[in-house]
DNA sequence: GCCATGTAGATGATGCGTCATCTACTGGTG
DNA sequence: CACCAGTAGATGACGCATCATCTACATGGC
């Protein structure tokens, strides 16, 4: 690890403020949800995914390939939000290791009732006052970015 | 709550992949982290806070105002730093309430050996590859939204 | 000097995230 | 059919983040 590439002054700024940013808000939209709902931006997450589905039910592992989680932190995470009465797991036929996660009624209700605090939320902290130009530099970016993540 | 203003197309693309980049840019540099120097990035970035000032110490809510966190989030994690050797709580002569906290030995030498190979994982994941105007506009976009969070 | 209010910091409980590891089933090759 | 590599998922241990609460000292008004 010799002779390591520092980061220039721009890029310096950049990274501090993109990191400040980042924690802040999601310090801001968890409490928001949380206080709100008491959902966790990761429980809006996984309910939104099964209420994608019309059926409300998934495999764990495609779950996981849309949510790009550790499969581990998936397993404890439905197993939280089954104790909560959000999601219900279910046998799957078709392969014996398998199972579904399948969202409750409970669970619809619990994300009907968070949606529109939360989109308000995320509109009014972060893209009020952004312009189109910047909303399509951060896809941009952002979508570099993960290419390059693999 | 009545008629939220829903994300439009270009919004909701942008989000997720924000949404995206982040959750696995964050993901990957602990792990680098984690894995080369048996640090977290959050004890990174209070070494590096406690470097910037020469004498390596500082009061607690210095900290708590530079980096931001909660107040009792960083009283735990200089407890669980200070049981690793990493930091070292004083108390204060001016102040009977106050505490500093101040780098030791250890505590230099893990950022010194940490920084060279985390400076290097940040260029390679995200900045290598993106223009000197993207990481303008990234600076621009993280400070106007940080401003709105006040 | 005395009290009220504010500020610095610590702590216990509880939910979250990661790692290592385990079980159980599938599916292909001999 | 027997075997074995691979895949689906769960679990225990442990460090991290938040909330509510607590102690102790500081400071200004009377």
Same mark, same amino acid.
């Given at each position: 690890m010799?002779?390591?590439?520092?980061?220039?002054?721009?890029?310096?700024?950049?990274?501090?403020?993109y990191l400040r940013m980042q924690g802040r808000l999601t310090a801001r939209l968890?409490?928001? +949800? &949380?206080? /709100?709902?008491?959902?966790?931006l990761a429980d809006y997450e996984v309910l939104v995914h099964l209420?994608? @589905?019309?059926?409300?039910?998934?495999?764990?592992?495609? +779950? &996981?390939? /849309?949510l790009q989680?550790?499969?581990?932190?998936?397993?404890?995470?439905?197993?939280?939000?089954? @104790?909560?009465g959000l999601v219900r797991r279910e046998e799957c036929a078709d392969d014996g290791r398998g199972a579904f996660v399948v969202i409750t009624e409970e669970?619809?209700?619990?994300?009907?009732?968070?949606?529109?605090?939360?989109?308000e939320t995320v509109r009014r902290l972060?893209?009020?006052g952004l312009t189109p130009d910047q909303v399509a530099a951060l896809e941009r970016l952002a979508t570099d970015v993960l290419g390059r993540l693999g």
């Amino acid at each position: 690890m010799n002779s390591p590439r520092w980061l220039d002054a721009d890029e310096q700024r950049a990274w501090r403020a993109y990191l400040r940013m980042q924690g802040r808000l999601t310090a801001r939209l968890n409490r928001q +949800l &949380q206080a /709100d709902s008491g959902l966790s931006l990761a429980d809006y997450e996984v309910l939104v995914h099964l209420t994608d @589905r019309q059926e409300g039910r998934l495999r764990p592992y495609e +779950l &996981q390939r /849309d949510l790009q989680w550790e499969q581990s932190r998936l397993s404890h995470h439905l197993t939280r939000m089954q @104790r909560r009465g959000l999601v219900r797991r279910e046998e799957c036929a078709d392969d014996g290791r398998g199972a579904f996660v399948v969202i409750t009624e409970e669970g619809r209700r619990a994300i009907t009732a968070a949606a529109p605090g939360h989109v308000e939320t995320v509109r009014r902290l972060f893209f009020d006052g952004l312009t189109p130009d910047q909303v399509a530099a951060l896809e941009r970016l952002a979508t570099d970015v993960l290419g390059r993540l693999g």
